[in-house]
């Protein structure tokens, strides 16, 4: 008889009059296999003594293996069935999630890999029932995985050190994270860019968004009539020329005839004219733009504004494309008007850009300070804790070597290798920074340190000579100990590029291959451990050792091992490599061995040896017959059927022979 397992938590305090959300990830065994049975969560159990059977449970029956086909049902603590689904789950071999949102009607939605399956169906309740739990019911031939189970909850008493969440921009909205979920954030009426990065940073528990774009609306004779409408002879119909008070901002660069300079908020767009937020002075002949706003999120209040300067404290340098936090500063630059600029705010003031003012700490840029500018546009900007700024273009690096104000200095760090976008870098798990540069991938380990080559030597022809079209995004990975490298076409379609992954450990290069073209990700960040990616369908991702699949698409892995000398190393001889023999974990999936031949290293052919590869299960093989003759071989060892394998030998038996043949 299948036996039943159960996890209680009577020690989780949490808010009952708010709503709560309960969560387990059900995965697949490494040979892509569910194991079938009932998945269940449990809550508004006893506090003091909570039992399974006397809870709320929502159960997950799965009925299918391999699709991992399920059907849900809520029970109250009687027992009873109160609703029941239709078939659901992930439709393939890769891991699900089903959440059950508690709410204080009392009520409960169900979900099944994202999609609602059972909505808001009431049940019974105790007030002060709080403990939850999870059991499983597992078929006893398939081992059963949940590899998390997690609450998302307001706490009781409330909580009052830091929270970390989730923030995200997709098709133009901004969403962030709420009871282990993503939602649109309610006062988000800014249209986010759609076909470029959108940037952002984290400081004083609020996010600052660089939406960043090229000018809608361009020209040399503004007016401002009324002291807040502004037009222009230029363009006859503003809302057809596509200006929105809650996405654009105008500026003013030259000031004309009496017109105020700086940034003016839009608080309406007629055909013919616009309305400002704020009076300012009449005039014209003023130069300007209409350019996209820059927007701040509360993470406390759960909102977000735009972004504007103090009164009578500059304005924001709009059209800026890169930004980073630096020694209580915020930091701009990649402006699009000047590229070779550099912006950053008072010291613990980001809403203070005032660059008249020349106190030590104060608002300053390349063009007052004494450090002065790059002499080639900026590609990159990163921090290295509070004393260096690296400001990078495609190919030269610099660091400002302590604060504009206060003595700091602009030196050149490398002539030769700069870094070709804006995400093309990232910070290891000590002080090294690593890069990647017209000329491949680099390291510094340190701010005064130059920087080593780490694909070249290995692979030099790939990773070189990439052109402006080419973005990359990188981050090191802590608990593989390596940097993920996404290769990007900035024209919007997927290029005919390779993405990597490099292994701190053994310094090997490996290709990756994703398994849909909109799986490929315009963003990708580290947080917590785990590396999030941000693809261009507009979902979320992230990596997982122990998903046999790529969201659903199988995974199809390999490693080579030689090229071996079969004659021996002097390569004048020639052998056979006569048996092998393979040896794989007792819990891995399948595997293949194939084998290529040729007179030389460089000669192996790409067709198998006989055409059919050796295939290995789990534990130590017999040995096979193989019997290639060559100057040299390359034996090639793949997964079956998207199945994860742990290969841990590989013996062969070679017989050297004479002289190779002609």
Known sequence: MPESYGLMNKSVSIDETASYAIEIEIAPNPSAVFGLGLYSIHFVMDNTTPVLSSSVEVRCDIT????????VTVHEDNGVAVATSGSSGPGTARPFVLRALVETTP???VYVDGGAEITNQSFSANAGDTAVGLSMTPDEDIVARIRAFRVYATPSPAFTGAETKKLAISNGALYDEDLGAMSTVSSATHAYATDRRVRMVQYNQKMYIIDNDESIAAATDGAVTSTTNFDSATYSAWVTTGVISTKHVLIIDEAGTGVAL?????AS????????STATTNG?????RVVPHYMVYDGKAGTQAKWTATTDKGFIPYQCSLVEVWAGRIVLAGDYTSPSQWYMSKVNDPDDWDYGDEAVGAAVSGANAKAGIPGQPISAIFAVGDDYLVMASRTQLWVMRGDPTSGGRLDELSRDYGVISGDAWCRGDGDELYFLSEAGMYVIAGPTSKPQSLSYEKLPKRLRGLGPDVSANLAYDVMNRGVHIFLISKSGGKGAFDHWWWDKQTGGWFPVVLGQTNHEPTSIHALRGDVILGNRDGYMRRFRNDSPTDDGTSISSYFDIGPLALGGQ???????????MGTIGQDSGSATATVYVGNTPDTISTTAFNGTPITYTAGRSSETDVRARGGACVIRVSNVSSSKVAFEALTARIVRKGRLRP
Do not use: D
């Open 64 to 71: 299918n293996a391999t699709t991992g086909a399920c059907t």
């Open 107 to 109: 009520r409960v939605t």
């Open 262 to 266: 700086g940034s003016h908020p839009i």
């Open 269 to 276: 767009v007629a055909q013919g004219a616009i309305t400002l």
């Open 284 to 288: 014209t002949g003023a130069t300007f």
């Open 570 to 580: 002097e390569g004048r001889l020639e052998g056979v490599l006569m048996k092998l």
